[in-house]
């Protein structure tokens, strides 16, 4: 049975902060300068966004944590975002990704407690090397990795993905079509960091090895910067500037999983699909239905176990389904049409729900999908804690 | 490249003492929950798989296989600097499927292969810690 809900909010508006590897300002006037650009979008005015919510964490573990210049709270823009006098609502969330946070966002639409949401996502980018271990001593379970060497996230997902590769028969050129696919996506994409610079086969081939099988393309690009969305309820969304974004439905991956310091593939197939089944169960659509697929890419093999995940081809596919142009715009499923963390920056998945957004609406110019009724954007990794939502053009 | 850094060192607690005392003495042991009998590590105060929160140390083969691996490049980790490139290795032990424990081989991985039978031997690093480490079998 299809959600009661679906179609009864929408995305109205959506605003971006200039994305670099420096910024020239702090992160809150990042975040407020997407926050503004998306209440102008909607063409609504500040005092008019009565709830807010954010999923604020660090870009990693270890990173610095002042509110503003390390990341964004709901606090730092309920002080400085000149919103409504007295909002209704706010919260942040520390699980489940940013689609968890704007999960609640329509949740407090669809309950009537408040008439427009801001939702955003700010990521900072600290100096140095990103996500570096820098410490002597290791505590917790980082005493079981660190003493051998093993302390950056690209480590685990690259042992996922080899396991992933030894069982598919998976090798490193097939993925070159997924990450070049992106850039060329990007290269449509004024706001993508790689905007400007093309990248071919033999680019992807002789790209600089992080931890094989990941290299240096396989790995999101840091920027700073921030995405903002404005939500609303159908009925408003309908007299706003521009075509509304409906929430057809979401899901959020809450299966019991083992507690592992490291990374398996054993069971993305279950715990993505837990999330996605939900979303087709709620809006009573499924893989075919969708026009454009918005699929976390922090690390390339994490859009293969999405693909897998959710129906879009059989287990194990995913590397070729991604050949031959299937995925490009052009193709019978565009992926990441915006270039996705790979090519467009790593805002943690909020590039997806923004691009996502505009495919349904019409508003994705150069890159836009023919009669693309339905985007859906799956943020995450399927082996660990992620969620995702369903757009339609029509409610 | 200026001074290296310091290897990183376990930084035990009451939960992970006894893991560190047993390597001390060339004993592998791994967490076991006395209800239900599923091993867990890093150890935990609840059982993983039952949530009990009776669980005690118990020796282990040490045999196991190679789940995964993969070749370190980046010299991102403090006290690692020098020893790029090396291979993280996931090995499974034998006892439980996804009982696994990190490891680290010298060099680019070559001959390493996902299904291998592996061997633990005793590494000696600062401040009397032993790490257990694994390599790869013929």
């Known amino acids: 049975m299809t959600w009661d809900s679906r179609g009864k909010t929408a995305v109205v508006g959506i605003g971006t902060s200039k994305l670099s590897r420096k910024a020239d300002k702090p992160l809150g006037l990042l975040a407020l300068d997407a926050a503004r650009a998306a209440m102008e979008d909607a063409g609504i005015a500040p005092g008019e966004v009565d709830g807010i919510v954010t999923y604020p964490d660090q870009p990693f573990l270890g990173a610095g944590n002042r509110d503003g210049e390390d990341l964004v709270t709901v606090n730092f823009l309920i002080d400085h975002g000149g919103l409504a006098k007295d909002l209704k609502w706010y919260s942040q969330i520390s699980s489940g990704m940013i689609p968890s946070a704007f999960i609640e966002g329509v949740n407090a639409l669809v309950a009537g407690t408040c008439n427009y949401v801001l939702v955003w996502r700010a990521m900072h980018l600290p100096a140095g090397t990103y996500g570096a271990w820098r410490s002597n001593r290791a505590g917790g379970d980082t005493q079981f990795t660190a003493p051998f060497g093993a302390a950056n996230p690209f480590q685990w997902h690259a042992l996922a993905y080899q396991r992933y590769m030894h069982r598919y028969g998976a090798k490193r ?4 079509a997924l990450v070049t696919n992106s850039r060329r996506n990007a290269n449509l994409n004024e706001q993508a960091y790689f905007y400007s610079q093309p990248m071919g086969f033999e680019d992807y081939m002789n790209a600089r090895m992080v931890s094989d099988p990941l290299s240096l393309f396989d790995c999101d690009i840091p920027v700073e910067g921030c995405t903002a969305l404005i939500l609303t309820t159908a009925d408003r969304a309908r007299d706003l500037k521009h075509p509304p974004a409906y929430i057809a439905g979401y899901g959020q991956q809450a ?44 690390f390339s093999p994490s859009t293969y176990y999405w693909l897998e995940a959710a129906g879009f081809c059989g287990e194990g596919e995913a590397w070729q389904f991604v050949q031959d142009g299937r995925v490009a715009l052009t193709g019978e499923l565009p992926v990441n049409t915006f270039g996705g963390s790979l090519s467009e920056g790593r805002l943690h998945g909020m590039g997806h729900l923004a691009e996502a957004v505009r495919q349904v609406t019409g508003r994705a110019g150069q890159r836009q999908i023919e009669g693309c009724d339905a985007s859906i954007a799956l943020d995450g990794s399927p082996m660990l804690r992620n969620a995702g939502i369903l757009f339609t053009s029509e409610p | 490249m200026a001074d290296l850094s310091p290897r990183p060192v376990p930084a035990p607690d009451e939960l992970t003492q006894p893991f560190w005392d047993a390597t001390a003495a060339h004993r592998l042991e791994i967490q076991r929950c006395t209800a239900c009998g599923y091993y867990n590590h890093p150890p935990k105060r609840l059982c993983d798989q039952c949530t009990s929160p009776d669980l005690g140390f118990v020796p282990v083969s040490g045999r196991g296989q190679v789940y995964s691996y993969t070749v370190m490049r980046q010299t991102s980790i403090a006290g690692f600097e020098d020893k790029v490139p090396y291979t993280t290795l996931l090995v499974e032990l034998e006892e439980q499927p996804q009982l696994l424990l990190v490891s680290t081989v010298p060099g680019d991985g070559a001959g390493i292969a996902i299904g291998q039978s592996t061997e633990l031997w005793w590494e000696p690093i600062e401040e009397g810690f032993v790490l257990p480490q694994f390599r790869p079998i013929a």
């Open chain 1, 173 to 176: 050129e097939h993925m070159a």
């Open chain 1, 255 to 298: 299966l019991k999983r083992p507690s592992l310091t490291t990374y398996t593939v054993d069971d993305y197939m279950a715990c993505g699909g837990s999330t996605v089944d939900k979303i087709w169960s709620m809006s009573g659509l499924g893989p075919k239905d969708i026009g454009a697929a918005q699929l976390y890419d922090g």
